[in-house]
């Protein structure tokens, strides 16, 4: 098997099936609607791996498209978080919704899971939500 190149393989699902797979290691080809009817495939599977958000996201940077590049990078370090994990990072970046130290909180914890990307992202966030006045006021 050759090394991808994020140009030519693009799309992967259709020309480079092999390297997408489910969370449980799936093959592509093999996530069906009877699969799931079967129960061969679960809900849990149908999910982007960790690995496939950062093959798009070597696409996107080849394609010169930096930002949706770091967008895909942060997605692959959220995508072994759990679902509730990911939610409350989601909620506490909405307006008025998490205190400074809240946000500094979930970064450090982010930081501690192995998610450096998003943990400069909520840190950059707190400060521009600082700026803004859009963080909940301590108390």
Known sequence: MSVPDPLLDY???ERRPELVTTPAGTPLAEVTLEGLRSGRVTPDELRATPETL?????V???AGREQLAENLERAAELASLPDDEVLAVYTALR????TAAELDVIA????DVAAPRCAAFVRE???VMAERGLL????
């Open 95 to 98: 307006p008025r919704r998490a």
């Open 54 to 58: 950062l093959r798009q996201a070597a």
């Open 11 to 13: 799309p992967l699902g």
């Open 60 to 62: 996107a940077r080849a």
């Open 125 to 127: 966030a707190a400060v």
């Open 136 to 139: 909940r006021a301590p108390g």
């Open 108 to 111: 450090r914890h982010l930081s």
